[in-house]
């Protein structure tokens, strides 16, 4: 009998199990016996390696590593969303550096940022400015605090603050603040 099943987990089970159909029907006798124990210990070996330890299977390995890659991207912005919450609540006095967010998600700061840009297409500094500036921006239209204290919140030196929101928005908070309430008044 031909096994087309090279490299097909299923239909290699699927061949065993037929197999072991045949020898179950076959009239009893010793050699139908030693010959239904092998078929059933050949089937208990497929069973362990298939399906017990699944990631011997490369379709496994994708499912599973998208899974984890999906779960541990999730589990990033999660961090980051909490931590500067965090910060703003006065729960968290310094900005955690990428090593430390590396070290909360038990990972190492390598494979972060290798799976960060995987499945995200840029680099996880790169989001963690986003998050901070979208905070900064939230801070600066829904408070009255000044700019200065804003930028203590956030762990920054204000000139720091400064130059840090006017490189990545392309204009200062002050000048921010001021535009979009202008915009909001009628």
């Known amino acids: 009998m031909k096994v087309k099943a090279a490299g097909n987990p299923a239909a290699f089970l699927q061949w065993v199990w037929g197999v072991w159909e045949e020898k179950q029907d076959a009239p ?10 092998k078929v059933h210990h050949i089937y208990t070996v497929a069973v362990t390696i298939f399906v017990n330890r699944p990631f011997n299977t490369e379709i496994h390995q994708m499912a ?21 919450d ?8 310094e900005m955690y550096e990428l090593a430390d967010i590396a070290r909360v998600l038990c990972v190492s700061q390598k494979h972060l940022i290798k799976i960060i840009r995987e499945e995200r297409g840029n ?8 998050k901070i500036i979208e905070r900064s921006k939230e801070l600066l239209l829904t408070t009255d605090e000044a700019i200065a204290q804003i930028a203590y919140t956030l762990t920054f030196d204000p ?5 840090f929101f006017k490189k ?11 535009g979009q309430k ?4 009628p």
């Open 159 to 163: 000139s720091n603050f400064t130059k």
């Open 182 to 185: 202008a915009k909001s008044s």
């Open 123 to 130: 680099h996880p500094c790169h989001f963690y400015v986003q």
């Open 168 to 178: 990545h928005v392309g204009i200062t908070p002050s000048a921010y603040r001021a």
């Open 28 to 37: 009893p006798s010793v050699d139908g016996n030693m010959a239904k124990r």
């Open 64 to 84: 599973s590593g998208n899974k984890r890659k999906e779960e541990l991207t999730l589990r990033y912005f999660s961090l980051l969303d909490s931590h500067l």
């Open 86 to 93: 965090d910060l703003v609540k006065g729960n968290a006095t």
